[in-house]
């Protein structure tokens, strides 16, 4: 990977002012970093042409296949600075895999393991000033892939890019840890049976948004939904959810139309190692309002990178409302958060080696 790159000594001066102010706050995927990291993709070629550069506007011709078909896929990460100043992301490898995963859904190359770590490995390094100390924040990585060959028939595209391109973050909530109220959607499906449920595409996410302005409208952070039936638990808008019971049990849906979560499968490993049992499977709504109601179920969070861990007070509907808006954080959910933080900010040794110094 090639880069010339050079500044005046007053260019590179309103650079640092810029950057230092940026991340004294650096809200959510508002701010990005000074490089990208490109690789090119021909059914004929494979991928070559791995490189950093500038961080810029891409020129695209108007009939590239992803502004027609929304073939693209992405994925969420995290670049952590500890303490001693080194900087670490979480399972770098879980991402790489799960973004394979939604690259054969979505019709798109696979893009080799090393390939994918490299490249976040490449950008962190360059942009290494952006990775924000103190509290929660961070360095957002966000990898995807788009479909860039110019051609309108609908086929999978021959000429594919995957970039990634990086961004300080604070709390994705404006609240930060603060629980928040979830709207239920009872209109509109996230996924169906056989379809892209699974697979970390754009799509499923321009699917949620008209819901979540329901969402915003009636004072959630989040929608809920469910599967086609209208009975079980699905996923939020950007995130995974799980139930606490009163015995300790974790539970979280089981269903092959919702996003395989990193940090969900941690919080559960993390969940398991410290005793309490993890039961995924097909979770229904009536359970989790029943469970309220009789104190068997006492605890709601939602998961995921941008999210971490956020408890969930309560889940908002036209007919009902399950749990108390004005619910404090439950103890499981906030030793989960503690537990986790800890780990990737190397405040607690990593028992599962998931950390990777960058
Ligand atoms: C993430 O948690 O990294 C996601 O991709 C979800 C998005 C809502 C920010």
Redesign the pocket.
């Known amino acids: 990977m090639t880069l010339s790159f050079t500044l005046t000594r007053n260019e590179r001066l309103a650079e640092v002012s810029t950057r230092e102010a940026v991340l004294t706050d650096p809200g959510f995927?508002k701010h990005f970093t000074d490089h990208m990291v490109s690789i090119d993709w021909t059914i004929d070629e494979g991928w070559h042409g791995h490189r950093v550069e500038a961080y810029g506007p891409l020129q695209m011709d108007p009939a590239s296949a992803v502004l027609h078909y929304g073939q693209e896929i992405?994925?969420?990460?995290k670049a952590y600075r500890r303490a001693d100043g080194s900087v670490w992301t979480f399972r770098p490898d879980q991402n790489a895999r799960r973004m394979q995963r939604s690259a054969e859904r979505l019709a798109l190359p696979q893009l080799p393991e090393a390939d994918f770590v490299e490249a976040v490995r490449q950008l962190v390094q360059i942009d290494e000033a952006w990775v924000p100390s103190g509290g929660e924040n961070s360095l957002?990585l966000r990898p995807f892939m788009i479909a860039n060959e110019v051609f309108l028939g609908v086929r999978a595209a021959q000429t594919v890019r995957f970039m990634v391109i990086a961004s300080p973050a604070g709390p994705?909530f404006a609240g930060g840890v603060r629980p928040v109220s979830i709207w239920l959607s009872r209109e509109y499906n996230r996924a169906g049976r056989g379809g892209t449920g699974a697979a970390?595409c754009g799509g499923n996410?321009a699917a949620s948004l008209l819901p979540t302005q329901q969402a915003v409208a009636n004072g959630c952070a989040q929608v809920l939904f469910l599967n086609e039936e209208g009975t079980d638990l699905e996923e939020l808008?950007?995130?995974n959810v799980v139930l606490v019971r009163s015995d300790g049990t974790l539970i979280t849906p089981d269903s092959d139309s919702i996003l395989d979560g990193v940090?969900r499968n941690s919080l559960l490993q993390l969940a398991e190692d410290a005793g309490h049992r993890v039961e995924r499977r097909p979770v229904t709504l009536a359970e989790w309002r029943d469970g309220v109601a009789d104190g068997t179920v006492t605890e709601a969070f939602a998961c995921?990178?941008?999210?971490v861990l956020t408890p969930i007070a309560a889940l908002k509907s036209p007919e009902e409302t399950i749990g108390d808006p004005d619910a404090p954080a439950g103890p499981v959910a906030l030793a989960l958060r503690k537990q986790l933080t800890d780990i990737q900010y190397g405040r607690a040794e990593d028992p599962h080696g998931w950390m990777v110094q960058l």
């Open positions: 995927g992405f994925e969420g990460m957002y994705y970390k996410y808008g950007g995130m940090t995921g990178t941008a999210a």
